[in-house]
């Protein structure tokens, strides 16, 4: 007699710890055994084939409102399909605050879009303007609902923070117990590298990566650590692009602080050169901070060997190459400062860090299991209901085919966006079955699930992200600004 509805059968079971063996019992949605010879009403053979917790990509850009009351091409429908065609099961995506305006009405907003959602989904609230309304009251109540992080830019015309607004948001988020996420480039430098490159005619899309050098980013890594330093709030480091930035953060861990950072693919695989492909082309490789090049790409792996990156999520935040609201959008000459930014990548995430990192012997399966699942979820309170392979936990599990090769072509994304960076990369290992929420939601490629399916995921206070009560002068301003 069947004792769970969905057995997952011999295949090789690769958390964050161990790798063995086993068969996966699934029963009311979530893992109820891992052990041998199971029987379920459903069997997925998974001989020959690693049986890992789905991905949990804690930075993307999914149907995010833009201050022309338009939103991001890739829907939470389509953005769903992308991620469990890459097997990624749950997402942590952004709702975005515009100047002026408040953040309890959006918010709302993103949760009845998100209503189509395949995947799992949580909010990062980003901030943009912290006034004394929104410090004071509409932080506190949207932190209660469940979203626990708050985003600020360092840079960004019109997004960036000055030093005292972004302190203002870290001592709301002390206050309210909320992770902050920031993203560390400087906004003064940038503007000024970009005026002087304008009036020198450089203009094409490779100039985006001389306005914003490694130096820019490192500043603001830097400041922002230290004034987390002196709030005492714990935060994440977006997007590090290069060692020299890492190296900050790992002072910062070194001295006790709670400083986490993460890196995405593009770091491993782009390089500034690509910006400078032929005609407009360079523009699909557009994002911030910029990718380097390829001796700062294979140093980039020491730092997450060494846990001072130890998440790797997407920043999938795309713009299709032709169309409205795309690349071309101001046309095919347009100066690098008018281009949208951001590279696609929902489905690509694990594929890449497997190829690059596991196969190439850089990283072993268990670290990469950290990477893409088990570190975002703790990192985001998810844990131990998502990034795990154990009784209890969500039963979100990708089959993976480590011998698999295949060569990236836009049509295996399944995401809305018209391109991919990606194209023609050869890569080995690919998900041949997401499994989310107990249900089959993706086989051979064939994504099938409904929309809808996807659930709200609201995050209680957790340990990790509490302050370590390390203040100057036993001080906390934070009770009062
Ligand atoms: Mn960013
Ligand atoms: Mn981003």
Redesign the pocket.
Known sequence: MADYDLVIRGGTVVTAADTYRADVGVRDGRIAAVGEQLEGVETLDAGGLYVMPGGVDT???IEQLRPNGKADEESFATGSTACLAGGTTSVVT?AAQFKGHGIRDTLAEYHRRAKQAMVDYSFHQIITDPSDTVVREEIPEVVASGVRSLKVFLTYEPSHLDDREFIRVLAAARRTGALVTV?CENYEAIRWRTAALMADGRSAPKYHSWSRPKVVEREATYRAIALAEMVDQPIQV??VSCPEVAQEIARAQARGLKVWAETCPQYFVLGAADMDRPGFEGAKFMCSPSPRDKATSDALWDDVRRGTLDVVSS?H?GSSYEGEGGKRIHGNNAPFPDIPN?VPGLTTRLPLVFSEGVVKGRIDLNTYVRLIATNPAKLFGLYPRKGTIAPGADADVVLWDPGKRVTITNDLMQHTIDYTPYEGMEVTGWPVATVKGGRVAMRDGKVQAEPGTGRFLPRAPYDLIKPTGNLPDGFDASAFA
Do not use: Q, T
Request: charged share 10%; with cysteine; proline share 0%.
């Open positions: 930075h993307c850009h952004f993203h977006f997007h920043d935040s951001g």
